[in-house]
């Protein structure tokens, strides 16, 4: 919406205009350099401390472009978080960002042979996609329409989740389902499909192969999925693990 101010003509306004166009353009030139510069050291000092398990060094780090980048995708991702998440659950997830953020590094540095700035770089990028993740989970739980939800694995020699959000198109969903071994965290396998629903029953896949990969059954709060002996079979050798199991989905209400 335009204002007045914005969309004001008329012979007075010209004529200032056109009177002092040089001296008024220089002055309006260095109020934006310095209202920007404002900007740039307000966001810097207010991103200080936006999240656990920041570099000691952090200023000195912040030199490497790398870096930088990566620390304001975090730092962004985290103050998202901190408006959406409620205070304890914020928490949990900063502290769990600290502990993987110095796992990442001191691995990055021990055995991967790069050199600090790089490690943090890509501690940060690894666990800001994470939070992208448990943000979207947040939303699932607040909007569980139909069969659209967050769901955790219920039991199992994995832990897993299942994510099932509705698309555009009617009775058409994305599935995202995603497994690690509970005595092996190394081990970890994750699946994106398209899901197509039929009263409680969805069948999901590769639209494009037409193959079908999983069978998923819905009963009240509970998925049961089931995979094809072909595609079982595709998953042992391709990850050596299903995703086959009892999901159950959480529930969480807004705030």
């Avoid at 101010?5 to 010209?14: F, L, P």
């Avoid at 993987?100 to 042979?113: D, F, H, L, P, Q």
């Avoid at 490690?119 to 994470?130: D, G, K, L, Q, V």
């Avoid at 998925?223 to 199991?245: E, Y």
Wanted: charged share 30%.
């Amino acid at each position: 919406m335009r204002t007045l101010r914005e969309g004001t003509t008329g012979s007075d306004s010209e004529t200032a205009g056109k009177t002092h166009r040089g001296g008024s353009t220089m002055i309006k030139r260095l109020k934006t350099a310095s209202a920007f510069i404002v900007l740039v050291i307000f966001a810097f000092c207010s991103q200080a401390d936006a999240f656990a398990g920041v570099a000691k060094n952090h200023k000195k780090l912040m030199a490497n472009e790398e870096y930088a980048m990566a620390y304001e995708q975090m730092a962004n991702v985290m103050n998202e978080a901190k408006e959406r998440l409620d205070a304890g659950e914020f928490k949990a997830l900063d502290q769990e960002n600290a502990g993987a953020i110095a796992e990442s590094v001191r691995e990055g540095m021990e055995t991967g042979g790069i050199d600090e700035p790089e490690a943090y770089a890509t501690a940060y990028w690894m666990r800001s996609e994470y939070v992208s993740h448990a943000l979207v989970w947040d939303w699932l739980r607040k909007n569980p329409r139909g069969v659209q939800g967050f769901y955790r694995l219920k039991s199992g020699e994995a832990d897993g989740y299942m994510t099932i959000t509705e698309s555009d198109e009617k009775d058409v969903y994305e599935v995202y389902v995603s497994l690690v071994m509970k005595g092996d965290p190394k081990k970890a396998a994750d699946l994106m499909s398209i899901g197509t629903l039929d009263g409680q029953t969805m069948t999901a896949g590769f639209p494009e192969d037409e193959e079908i990969l999983l069978n998923i059954v819905f009963k009240g709060e509970t998925a049961s999925v089931i995979s094809p002996d072909k595609a079982k079979k595709q998953f042992l050798d391709d990850c050596g693990m299903v995703f086959d199991g009892e999901y159950e989905r959480e529930k969480k209400n807004a705030r």
